[in-house]
Structure formats: structure tokens, C-alpha cells
């Protein structure tokens, strides 16, 4: 199980790019890296996952280097609606319990 | 499609009840998951199931908490004679089958116990 360290908190301002680094310094060869997002009152929600060099879909990218000793969430031009809590996982192939750890709290700024 | 379902949205109860919290997953959704979160904490597993299999209840706190998945679908969960360490958001998820990374979770039910 790896376990993923994140900075606490971060505040951006509208419109900025905002990048969230993980460390995983014990990740596994069979563990993916998975992003989930939570707001307020809500369930958290499935971002992106990777394993290698840099995944991108319609919400955000994720860098991973060579040695996936660490991960980099980042969000494009992000929006007041962004506000959330983003967590970092190390998931093992066919795991079947996400492990959470406290996140990252994000707070854009008009 | 309709997402996973809670209900209640929120519980109080006093020390020493019962209570019962349902959660209706995405139709089709062979795996169910139950996670418990503290407040300001991320969420931790409690139990899974594939259909009505509980397959893994290693997350559950204590006997008090019992979870069943009767037919495969909905699932319930319920927590006897209830304590103030067990106020937290108790959350619900479900995914196509075993393994698969995304998990579909719903809105939780937020329980607070007095």
C-alpha cells in the first residue's frame, strides 16, 4: 500500500493553473496513481488515474516522472466551482478499497 | 443515469439506538462499498460487496456495525446501540465489478449521535 503525502492546503487565484504534488516515495509496481475530488456535502468523485508519464482528460493532467516517486495533479485555468478537497492515491491493480488520506484542500479566489 | 442514493441524508440519534442506512447503487453495479468519514479526514473503507457476497469487513469498528446486501442491490447499513464516536458522514459506493479504480460514490448520509 503506498502511502501518498500532499501539502495540506492551497489557494489560487480564478484562472490560474494550479498544480498539487503527491509524494509516494514506497509506490508499488502494481500500484496506479488515482486522483478523486470531493466538494462539500458530496461524495467523492474519480478524477484521473496513471501510471507512467502524463495522462490527460477533459478535467485535468497528471504528470508522473520516470522514478513514480511523485505525481503532479494539475488543473487548467481553474473556477471558483473548483474549490474542493483532491485526494492522491496509490491504488494496487484489482484493489477493491480505496485507502483516503487527508487531501488537499483547495480555495480559489475571485 | 441516476447516480448512487442515500437515505437518509442525515440521522440524529441518541447514544444507544439503532440505526439503519440505506444506499441504492447504480443499477448493474456488481461491487458496493461503504466508507466512514470524520470530520476534516478523508474517508476510510468499512466493507465491500460483490453482489450479495461481503466479501471484506476488515473496516468495520466494532460488532455493533453489521452490513447486509440481501439481493445484490441495495445495501444496508447498521449500527447498534450507537456511541458519539460514531457522528461521522457514512458513505456509499459502487463500481461495475472488483478492481475496477473508479468508484462511483454517493452523497452520504451524515449521522450525528447526541
Known amino acids: 500500500l503506498a502511502k501518498t503525502t500532499q501539502p495540506i492546503s492551497m489557494d489560487s487565484y480564478e484562472g490560474q493553473e494550479v498544480n498539487i504534488t503527491c509524494s509516494h516515495n514506497n509506490i508499488a509496481t502494481n500500484d496506479y496513481i488515482t486522483w478523486y475530488q470531493q466538494f462539500p456535502s458530496q461524495g467523492p468523485r474519480f478524477i484521473i488515474q496513471g501510471y507512467k508519464t502524463k495522462v490527460t482528460n477533459e478535467v485535468a493532467s497528471l504528470f508522473i516522472p520516470a522514478d513514480r516517486k511523485s505525481s503532479t495533479l494539475s488543473l487548467p485555468r481553474v473556477s471558483l466551482s473548483d474549490t474542493a478537497v483532491y485526494y492522491c492515491?496509490?491504488?494496487?491493480?484489482?484493489?477493491?478499497?480505496?485507502?483516503f488520506g487527508t487531501g488537499t484542500r483547495l480555495t480559489v479566489i475571485p | 443515469g441516476a447516480g448512487v442514493s442515500q437515505s437518509p441524508r442525515y440521522k440524529v440519534a441518541k447514544r444507544g439506538q439503532d440505526v439503519a442506512l440505506r444506499c441504492d447503487p447504480i443499477?448493474?453495479?456488481?461491487?458496493l462499498f461503504w466508507y466512514q468519514q470524520a470530520l476534516g479526514q478523508g474517508p476510510e473503507f468499512l466493507t465491500y460487496?460483490?453482489?450479495?457476497?461481503?466479501?471484506?469487513k476488515s473496516g468495520l469498528p466494532s460488532d455493533r456495525f453489521f452490513a447486509e446486501r440481501p439481493e445484490g442491490s441495495v445495501s444496508t447499513l447498521k449500527i447498534q446501540r450507537t456511541q458519539q464516536e460514531d457522528s461521522a458522514v457514512y458513505l456509499c459506493a459502487s463500481s461495475l465489478d472488483l478492481g475496477q479504480p473508479e468508484q462511483y460514490f454517493g452523497p452520504g448520509t451524515r449521522l450525528t449521535v447526541t
Open positions: 460487496f460483490q453482489n450479495e457476497a461481503q466479501l471484506d
Open positions: 492515491l496509490g491504488v494496487q491493480t484489482g484493489a477493491n478499497n480505496l485507502f
Open positions: 443499477s448493474g453495479h456488481v461491487s
